[in-house]
Every structure is written in structure tokens, then in C-alpha cells.
């Protein structure tokens, strides 16, 4: 009997892997062809996935019966859809990692100053109009910006040749301040369209979402989310203690190191071009630990499908929830995220800071 219960547990959390990623799966289908039929157009279900199979070559379903209903499909809703699902997974992974390298559930990107660094360089280029890239410079300026504020953090942290979890913390919690007061400075010294714009792009938004930046942060997400996969394996090494990582032939160090600007790169691609948009990657890597456990090589994959799905359906009721308006994405998913955090805080006082 004892010899078949390993056996059986295994299968229980395949079978529990397999459904719950076929669950997360099929709601992300219904709810990217919900998300792009709803609108001022209103275009069926049926006809979404025809259109979408007809780029295919299978006419299996009827194009949009309005005239201006696959045009409208292909210029302004998937373009948007799309962003929400690549900065859905991008946030979600670099969470998953970052909770990962600071093995604390609690952790999320913006920690050790990428959101508030982008929020700078997005600043500095809408106050003082700078147009070095075209239509993309506060974009760059934000991503740059991100990168900057890591590198800044990492290497004012950096003791005895190496960066401890609690220095990097502290250090992170100091530029975010910093950068606070460097936004608050920029946006005073800004005209009232520069203060509009910084406000508004600090809430977060995909509002005019196109496709040329679309295949813009498809590789970086890729690169991101392929480095995730391959230290999956090392990242469980880690949750057992530095220590032990180390006598198991991790090399702590380069690893931590590589995983930070690997959730740089995840989160200030998402940040440059959605704005801040928090929670998602505290929220839904948390949520997937609690159903899969502690094993990263499929906590990946579902953090990646659950942020996707999470920034769809958020995207959605941004869109939707007030007629004729957009509201803010980044303030949706603090309304659900806030909440959630003081469940999240309140449960991991009360067992001692374990994972769940």
C-alpha cells in the first residue's frame, strides 16, 4: 500500500497539472474572443473565429457580416488583445521569478525599482517632448529607464562581491523612492498635457495597442520567458536554501543575477508600452503556487496562461464598465490586487512565512 501512495500522488498532480492548465487554456480562447467581438461594433463569437481562421486559409466560419467588422478586427481589437496577453505573461513569469530568487511570496517586479524607473524615462520624454525614436521615444525612454534603475540597484547592493536578498530590498525600496520624487519633480515642472499624459501613463492602459509594437516586444517576452524554462530546475535548488542550492551545484550568484535581469526584461518591456500595471505579477504566481506547489517548471507555464488571461479579462472590463469611456487598466487590477494582498499578508503571518 505505502509503495503505491507516491505513485498515486504523482498521478493526482499530474491529472491536477493537465486539467488546470486545459481550464486556464480554454477560458484565455472565450475570453480573447469575447474581449475582440465587444465594443461599439458588436461582432459574434463565430464570426471572431472566422476571421481568425480565415487568415489560415480554413473557412470553416463565416467572415463579420458588417463591411467594416474585419477591419475593425485586425487594425484595433487583436492588435489590443494581443498586448494584453504578452504583457499578461510578462508580468506574471517575472513575478514567478522574482518571488522565486527572493523566496518570498510577497514579492512582485516592481520591488526593486523597474516600474518607478520606466515611470522616469516615460516622464523625462513626455515633459521635455523629446523625439530621438518617432512615436516610440517614451516607450524606449521607459524601458531604458527600467533597465538603468535595476543596474542602479543591483550594484548599490552589491557586498563582498555578491548581492544579499535584503540589501537588494532595501536598496530597491530607496529608488523607488527617488523615483517618486523625480516623477513628482518632472510633472511640476511639466504643461498641463505633460501632466495628463504622466498621469495617465502611470495608471496603465493598452489603448492604442498596434501590431508594430506588438512584434516589437514578442521577442523579448520569448527570450524572457525561454530563460524562465531553463532555470526552472535551479529556481526549485534555491527554494531549498541558498546552502543547499550550493552543495547541489548551483552557483547562487550568477543565478540570481541572470534571473534579475531576466525579470527586467520581462517587466520593462510590458511597463514601456501597457504603463504600470500592478498585481499581476504578485497575484497570479502566488494563486498558481497555492493549486501546483512549488515546482517552477510548470508554475511557468501557468503563471504564464493565468497573467494572460487575468490582463484580457481586465482589459475587457476596462474597456466595457463605463460606456464610451477607457478607465485605466493599472487601476482595475489594484482594485483586485489590493484586496488580495492583505488575504495574501494576513495568511503568510499566520504560517510563518511559508509558500503555501
Not at 183 to 212: K, N, P
Not at 229 to 256: C, F, M, P, Q, T
Amino acid at each position: 500500500m505505502n509503495s503505491r501512495t507516491p505513485t498515486a500522488a504523482a498521478s493526482r498532480h499530474t491529472a491536477l497539472k493537465i486539467g488546470l492548465f486545459t481550464v486556464l487554456t480554454l477560458a484565455l480562447i472565450i475570453a480573447v474572443v469575447v474581449s475582440a467581438g465587444t465594443g461599439q461594433l458588436g461582432i459574434p463569437p463565430q464570426e471572431v473565429l472566422g476571421s481568425l481562421l480565415h487568415r489560415i486559409g480554413i473557412n470553416w466560419l463565416p467572415l463579420p457580416s458588417h463591411p467594416a467588422g474585419d477591419q475593425t478586427l485586425w487594425a484595433i481589437r487583436f492588435p489590443r488583445v494581443a498586448m494584453a496577453l504578452l504583457v499578461g505573461v510578462g508580468l506574471s513569469v517575472a513575478g514567478l521569478i522574482k518571488q522565486a530568487i527572493f523566496g518570498n511570496p510577497l514579492a512582485e517586479p516592481g520591488v526593486i525599482g523597474i516600474s518607478s524607473g520606466a515611470a522616469v524615462g516615460a516622464s523625462i520624454a513626455i515633459v521635455f517632448g523629446f523625439t530621438l525614436f518617432g512615436e516610440w521615444t517614451v516607450a524606449a525612454f521607459a524601458f531604458a529607464a527600467g533597465l538603468a534603475a535595476t543596474l542602479v540597484v543591483y550594484g548599490m547592493s552589491r557586498a563582498d562581491g555578491k548581492a544579499e536578498v535584503v540589501t537588494l530590498v532595501l536598496t530597491g525600496i530607496a529608488v523607488n523612492a527617488i523615483a517618486g520624487a523625480a516623477i513628482a519633480l518632472l510633472t511640476f515642472l511639466g504643461d498641463t498635457q505633460s501632466r495628463e499624459q504622466i498621469v495617465f501613463w502611470q495608471l496603465g492602459s493598452l489603448a492604442g495597442s498596434r501590431w508594430q509594437q506588438v512584434t516589437i516586444i514578442v521577442p523579448v517576452i520569448a527570450v524572457g520567458l525561454l530563460a524562465a524554462y531553463i532555470a526552472a530546475r535551479k529556481l526549485d535548488l534555491l527554494s531549498l536554501g541558498e546552502r543547499n542550492a550550493r552543495h547541489l551545484g548551483v552557483n547562487v550568484e550568477v543565478l540570481r543575477v541572470t534571473m534579475i535581469f531576466v525579470v527586467a526584461l520581462l517587466t520593462g518591456a510590458a511597463v514601456a508600452f501597457a504603463g504600470i500595471i500592478s498585481f499581476v505579477g504578485l497575484v497570479i504566481p502566488h494563486l498558481m503556487r497555492m493549486i501546483l506547489g512549488p515546482a517552477h517548471l510548470p508554475l511557468v507555464t501557468a503563471s504564464a496562461l493565468g497573467g494572460a488571461l487575468l490582463l484580457t479579462i481586465a482589459d475587457l472590463a476596462a474597456r466595457t464598465m463605463v460606456p464610451n469611456a477607457d478607465l485605466p487598466i493599472g487601476m482595475l487590477t489594484a482594485l483586485v490586487g489590493g484586496p488580495f494582498f492583505f488575504w495574501l499578508l494576513r495568511r503568510t503571518r499566520k504560517r510563518a512565512g511559508g509558500w503555501g
